[in-house]
């Protein structure tokens, strides 16, 4: 059977370590993938057999609390367990099979994991959404995937129900509620009711896994479509050198469900036997997030910029983090401000990561590597990872050029498969030898990275090229500033000039806001090459984000040239 022997027979209990580095060895591309992978028997239930023989430390692989006192812990067997039931629910109530799809929109709770593995357990495909779907949004989602179930709760339910109509092929709902609606089935009460027994499908390594919609930072969100073993396998090596991930770890990551950065929690934490943390967290609060981690014994904690940004500005003094020991951040460029301040308050390192719904870690600074404050690390294995001029060409270090990353002669094996129903916009996607990212850095000669801005975000202005990032980040560093995003703004001499949308310190928000401009304008030349300075400076309540936690620059471009 594939990876691990056929179905019913195991064969001999390998040793974890031996077992974990065949994985790593396969997902930095050192050894062929195999033919079949399912991520739900070969690594899950390994570790469960492994949990049984004492080749684990008395951890959870899965700990959930909601704050309010209630908690759910599991091992690796009652996850086992609980999956193999929901999964007799999903073949058995739903009907789904090998390549069906099932909508997973859930907040933070247990049953999205559950139902994860439920799915990987059928073959079923996984689209993760966000709770915060409205109806427009779940139509679209619902009918670009032809999904043929869902699972939601009862907020998004009503949702669902009005464009019902308009999606013929969504056969069954399912709820995760106490009380029942008219439509749709209970799945607690089914998960209840449900066989513990299941035969986990074979799935081939290229089946697909998972259907993602990217977060729409920039345009209509596509769907990236990835492979069992893209992902089961794929992140394996960063999560045990980026996220410095073993079986002895609790890792806390606070992305929400309907991200594809939950994913990577997922199949980062468990194939490394460490358990997966997760707080119910309906709003981002960072003094609930400070004294979870003062009161819980996780030891790696991977939070968005965005929320390190307000994590310092609170009185880290008054916490204490036991069992921290390894931070991580990603999903948008990271203040170096920032770092330094958590660096002084907490102690440790921000390992600052990067990547895409369509790929797997791209560039990161993994444990013991020196960090360069404001890079975003180096070359994340497999990936051969270049920076290249919009012909495809290698450009030399130092010069600013589109992220790349290889794909010919061979395409990773981690990587997403296509832009679902899309082949105009998967063959837009590559240039020569290379699938180009849509962003753009510049790579130094000792190899690190360092991000410009997405291709949009960039600025021109009198025929300089200005990326946000480095202004950002200049405006950052002064204390009246909680956050910044800038853009291009139209003018009538430069063409475009560069226009910063400033979020300020409650401290500073009653300064005469003229004075105030021009000392921050001061500040940025001061700091960087003067004529990156923003000519333009608004001071705003909030800036746009996507649910991720993104700012949406292209937002308030638009905004600005009155699209
Ligand atoms: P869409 O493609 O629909 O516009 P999106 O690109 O925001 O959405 P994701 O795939 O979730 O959707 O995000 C990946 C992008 O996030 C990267 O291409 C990059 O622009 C940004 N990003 C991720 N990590 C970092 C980082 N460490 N530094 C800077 N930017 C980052
Ligand atoms: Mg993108």
Redesign the pocket.
């Known amino acids: 059977r594939g990876f691990c022997g056929p179905h019913g027979q195991q064969p001999p209990l390998p040793d974890p370590q031996k077992i974990v580095a065949t994985w790593e060895a396969i997902s930095l591309g050192r050894q062929p993938v195999p033919e079949y992978f399912n991520f739900a028997h070969d690594v899950l239930d390994m570790w469960s057999q492994l949990e049984k023989a004492g080749h684990r430390p008395q951890i959870p692989a899965f700990w959930w609390v909601n704050g309010k006192g209630a908690e759910v812990k599991w091992n690796f067997e009652e996850l086992g367990e609980q999956s193999r039931k929901a999964a007799n629910v999903l073949q058995g109530m739903c009907g789904l099979q090998l390549g069906d799809r099932m909508m997973l929109v859930l907040p933070r709770l247990p049953e999205w994991w559950l139902v994860s593995v439920a799915c990987i357990r059928t073959g079923a495909v996984m689209i993760p959404g966000v709770s915060q779907l409205t109806e427009k949004d779940l139509k679209y989602r619902l009918q670009a995937s032809r999904a043929k179930s869902i699972i939601t709760t009862d907020s998004l339910a009503p949702r669902v129900d009005a464009i019902n109509a308009d999606c013929p092929f969504l056969q069954s709902k399912l709820l995760v509620s106490d009380s029942s609606r008219p439509g749709w089935m209970n799945f607690m009460k089914l998960l209840r009711e449900a066989s513990t027994e299941h035969n986990c499908v074979r799935t081939k390594s290229q089946d697909p896994l998972a259907i993602?919609?990217?977060?729409?930072?920039?345009?209509?969100?596509?769907m990236?479509e990835h492979a069992q073993s893209s992902y089961g396998l794929g992140f394996v090596a960063s999560g045990r050198r980026w996220m410095d991930l073993t079986k002895s770890d609790i890792f806390w990551n606070t992305s929400d469900t309907g991200?594809?950065?939950a994913a990577w929690t997922l199949f980062s934490a468990w194939p490394n036997g460490s358990c997966i943390f997760v707080h119910e967290l309906p709003r981002v609060d960072a003094k609930i997030i400070l004294n979870t981690l003062s009161r819980y014994p996780i030891t790696t904690l991977c939070c968005v910029?965005t929320i390190f940004r307000l994590l310092v500005q609170e009185d880290l003094t008054r916490y204490q983090f036991q069992s921290l020991r390894h931070c991580l951040?990603?999903?948008?460029?990271?203040n170096p401000d920032v770092r330094e301040k958590w660096k002084s308050h907490v102690g440790l390192e921000l390992h600052?990561?990067?990547?895409?719904?369509?790929t797997v870690l791209i560039?990161a600074n993994p444990k013991g590597m020196k960090i360069k404050s404001g890079s975003?690390g180096k070359a994340s294995p497999p990936y051969d990872v270049q920076i290249v001029d919009d012909e495809g060409n290698i450009l030399p270090p130092g010069q600013e050029g589109n992220i790349a990353v290889r794909v010919r002669p061979t395409r990773p094996f981690c990587f997403f498969s296509c832009y679902l129903n899309n082949p105009e916009k998967t063959e837009a996607s590559e240039r020569g030898d290379f699938y180009i990212?849509?962003?753009r850095a510049h790579k130094d000669k000792d190899g690190y990275f360092w991000?410009t801005?997405?291709n949009d975000d960039v600025i021109n202005s009198s025929s300089y090229r200005i990326g946000p990032?480095e202004v950002e980040n200049a405006l950052a560093e002064h204390p009246a500033v909680l956050e910044a995003a800038v853009v291009s703004s139209p003018d009538p001499i430069r063409g475009e000039v560069v226009k910063a949308f400033i979020v300020l310190s409650p401290s500073y928000s009653s300064q005469d806001p003229k004075k105030l401009t021009q000392e921050l304008q001061e500040h940025v030349k001061r700091v960087t090459a003067p004529y990156k300075y923003p000519r333009k400076v608004a001071f705003v309540s909030e800036l746009p984000k996507?649910v991720?936690g993104?700012i949406q620059r292209n937002k308030l471009r638009n905004q600005e040239w009155g699209r």
């Open positions: 993602y919609f990217t977060s729409g930072t920039t345009g209509a969100p596509k990236v991200w594809v950065k910029p951040t990603g999903g948008e460029a990271l600052e990561g990067y990547g895409q719904s369509e560039c975003m990212t849509g962003d991000f801005g997405r990032v996507t991720s993104k």
